[in-house]
Each structure stands twice: as C-alpha cells, then as structure tokens.
C-alpha cells in the first residue's frame, strides 16, 4: 500500500499532535487494533460529539479518501 506523502514516519502528526500513529500494513492487525480503539473511545466519544469536537467521516474510497478527511479534520482543529 502507498501511503500519502504527509504520512508520519516517527509516528508524530504535525497536524493533530499525535505522537502514536502507525503504519499497519496486515488487515487482521488493523481490524483489532481499531476494534480495540473503539471499545476504548465508546464512552468518551458522545462527549466530543456533544462539544462538536468530533469529526464524522465515512470512508468509501479507501487510501484515496485520505487527502479529504486530513483537511475535514484541520479544518475542524482550527475553527
């Protein structure tokens, strides 16, 4: 898989501020490691929705939906 050019090497977001992000290339490691995520995020996440913090996007396009949601999301951190 080809990974945008903005992708993180060292694992740091220079947009958000993440310090975890990683590149997982095995659909069976993603599929649990967002499962995972997910079940840590369930309670916390009406919260952000409710400040209207939290960005909602579908993904339909894969990789190619990328470039799409980078913006929504820096838009969302800036306003």
């Not at 090497?9 to 975890?20: H, L, P, Q, R």
């Not at 290339?25 to 996440?45: D, G, H, M, P, W």
Request: aromatic letters at 14%.
């Amino acid at each position: 898989m080809n990974w945008p050019s903005q992708f993180p090497e060292n694992g740091f977001c220079v947009d958000c501020g993440s310090t975890n992000i990683k590149h997982i290339s095995n659909e069976a490691v993603f599929e649990e490691t967002f499962k995972q995520y997910e079940e840590k995020c369930r309670e916390i996440l009406p919260f952000y929705q409710e400040l209207g913090l939290l960005t909602n996007f579908e993904v339909r396009n894969g990789l190619r939906d990328y470039e799409v949601l980078r913006q929504r999301v820096q838009y969302n951190i800036k306003h």
